[in-house]
């Protein structure tokens, strides 16, 4: 099995990959179109990126089976396009959490105290101790969060370390469950603003959460709050921050920011910059070596599955529901033959099969197929179906809820 990691990866990672019998190439700066024609020379099985970005070209020009997102979020991939060609998509969710939770915490410290601003001063050789001095601190202040997966659940346990209360919103979380962590529930994003000194924003990426912190949300901050984004910058309305920013005096510490640079090192001109109380750091929140082990451990392990079993731990791109109206139950002798009769009977008769499963009795004597159909045969087509075939012991339509 060939596998091509196309970003920087860490040697132990590599060397688990070449230790499970895989053939290993490492092109670190195959970013953008230069990825397209090391795939199509390299033939590779399985693609590894990190924060590479991988298009509907490069996946169209390819031989990949599999395309392995080194870390959490996995927008960088074209993700219908390896629906479309049969090309599974797996992430590293859970394995940078507590990076990301730790440099989520650093820049709202370093935002409260303004300790870059201290640096700068103090580097250019002025001493300003009356200006510093005034700070606020987090302990007792509510820290608010949207979004409560692994990193959201990180950031709880270090809130509590600091002395400070949460409130939280996210699409799974119940009272049940928000007691369960010791947090309060918010019924929305907008009350969560309204309840907290400190906004940290914890959502992935997709299609109804662009743009999902706009104005309304930010314009129920209080005056001087802090806001942290270390998720993606696509789900915050940047004009409406800079606004709030200017008008509320919130300060701002971002980790992800608009149209990033795709290589380590660029010219960039952040939107923000020139706004009093903006903190930036280079969206290095997975970036420690614990947190790069961690993820290069569940990528072998992803490997490993999808090698020996065919499985892939992680897929994201399966249907969730298939259009399949109808499950045709096939009992039958466990013969040569007997299930190729049906899916042509099948094709014979326009049904597509959405999904399938054959499970074999203790000695190999019968077994029985679940075959999910885009829509129910005609009694005529189970007739002929049944008769066509003397190891057919029965056929069962059921609904498909």
Same mark, same amino acid.
């Given at each position: +099995?060939?596998?091509?990691?196309?970003?920087?990866?860490?040697?132990?990672?590599?060397?688990?990959?070449?230790?499970?019998?895989?053939?290993?190439?490492? =092109?670190?700066?195959?970013?953008?179109?230069?990825?397209?024609?090391?795939?199509?020379?390299?033939?590779?099985?399985?693609?590894?990126?990190?924060?590479?970005?991988?298009?509907?070209?490069?996946? +169209?020009?390819?031989?990949?089976?599999?395309?392995?997102?080194?870390?959490?979020?996995?927008?960088?991939?074209?993700?219908?396009?390896? &629906?479309?060609?049969?090309?599974?998509?797996?992430?590293?969710?859970?394995?940078? &959490?507590?990076?990301?939770?730790?440099?989520? #915490?650093?820049?709202?410290?370093?935002?409260?105290?303004?300790?870059?601003?201290?640096?700068?001063?103090?580097?250019?050789?002025?001493?300003?101790?009356?200006?510093? &001095?005034?700070?606020?601190?987090?302990?007792? @202040?509510?820290?608010?969060?949207?979004?409560?997966?692994?990193?959201?659940?990180? +950031?709880?346990?270090?809130?509590?370390?600091?002395? +400070?209360?949460?409130?939280?919103?996210?699409?799974?979380?119940?009272?049940?469950?928000?007691?369960?962590?010791?947090? =309060?529930?918010?019924?929305?994003?907008?009350?969560?603003?309204?309840?907290?000194?400190?906004?940290?924003?914890?959502?992935?990426?997709?299609?109804?959460?662009?743009?999902?912190?706009?104005?309304?949300?930010?314009?129920?901050?209080?005056?001087?709050?802090?806001?942290?984004?270390?998720?993606?910058?696509?789900?915050?309305?940047?004009?409406?921050?800079?606004?709030? *920013?200017?008008?509320?005096?919130?300060?701002?510490?971002?980790?992800?920011?608009?149209?990033?640079?795709?290589?380590?090192?660029?010219?960039?001109?952040?939107?923000?910059?020139?706004?009093?109380? #903006?903190?930036?750091?280079? $969206?290095?929140?997975? &970036?420690?070596?614990?947190?790069?082990?961690?993820?290069?451990?569940?990528?072998?392990?992803?490997?490993?599955? #999808?090698?020996?079993?065919?499985?892939?731990?992680?897929?994201?791109?399966?249907? @969730?529901?298939?259009?399949?109206?109808?499950?045709?139950?096939?009992?039958?002798?466990?013969?040569?033959?007997?299930?190729?009769?049906?899916? $042509?009977? *099948?094709?014979?008769?326009?049904?597509?099969?959405?999904?399938?499963?054959?499970?074999? #009795?203790?000695?190999?004597?019968?077994?029985?197929?679940?075959?999910?159909?885009?829509? =129910?045969?005609?009694?005529?087509?189970?007739?002929?179906?049944?008769?066509?075939?003397?190891?057919?012991?029965?056929?069962?339509?059921?609904?498909?809820?």
């Amino acid at each position: +099995m060939k596998i091509l990691i196309a970003d920087k990866y860490p040697e132990s990672g590599q060397q688990a990959l070449t230790d499970l019998g895989c053939q290993v190439r490492v =092109e670190p700066d195959a970013k953008g179109d230069a990825l397209i024609p090391i795939l199509e020379e390299h033939g590779s099985d399985i693609l590894i990126v990190r924060s590479n970005k991988v298009s509907g070209e490069a996946l +169209m020009k390819s031989r990949l089976s599999l395309v392995i997102r080194a870390g959490a979020g996995y927008n960088t991939i074209d993700v219908k396009t390896a &629906s479309a060609l049969g090309i599974y998509v797996a992430n590293c969710p859970g394995k940078n &959490s507590i990076a990301v939770a730790e440099l989520a #915490f650093g820049l709202m410290l370093a935002l409260d105290r303004r300790i870059a601003e201290n640096d700068r001063e103090l580097k250019s050789g002025a001493w300003n101790k009356k200006e510093y &001095s005034k700070a606020q601190g987090v302990f007792g @202040r509510t820290l608010g969060l949207i979004g409560l997966g692994s990193i959201g659940q990180e +950031m709880v346990a270090r809130a509590r370390g600091f002395g +400070m209360p949460v409130v939280a919103w996210s699409r799974s979380l119940t009272p049940e469950k928000a007691a369960g962590l010791g947090v =309060e529930f918010a019924a929305s994003p907008a009350e969560v603003a309204e309840k907290c000194h400190v906004l940290s924003v914890h959502v992935a990426l997709k299609d109804e959460t662009r743009g999902f912190i706009d104005g309304e949300i930010l314009d129920r901050l209080r005056p001087g709050s802090i806001f942290i984004n270390t998720a993606r910058d696509g789900v915050v309305d940047h004009q409406a921050l800079a606004r709030v *920013m200017k008008e509320k005096n919130i300060r701002a510490g971002l980790d992800v920011h608009p149209n990033e640079p795709p290589t380590g090192t660029a010219a960039y001109e952040s939107p923000l910059a020139e706004i009093p109380g #903006f903190l930036a750091t280079h $969206h290095i929140g997975a &970036s420690t070596d614990q947190a790069q082990e961690a993820i290069a451990d569940e990528v072998t392990r992803i490997v490993m599955e #999808f090698k020996d079993t065919g499985d892939v731990p992680n897929v994201v791109n399966l249907a @969730r529901r298939t259009p399949a109206k109808t499950l045709l139950v096939v009992r039958h002798r466990d013969r040569v033959g007997v299930l190729a009769h049906v899916l $042509h009977g *099948m094709k014979k008769s326009g049904i597509n099969v959405q999904e399938m499963e054959n499970i074999v #009795f203790d000695g190999a004597e019968a077994a029985i197929a679940r075959i999910q159909l885009d829509r =129910e045969p005609s009694e005529e087509d189970l007739s002929v179906t049944r008769r066509g075939n003397e190891d057919i012991l029965d056929l069962t339509l059921l609904p498909i809820q």
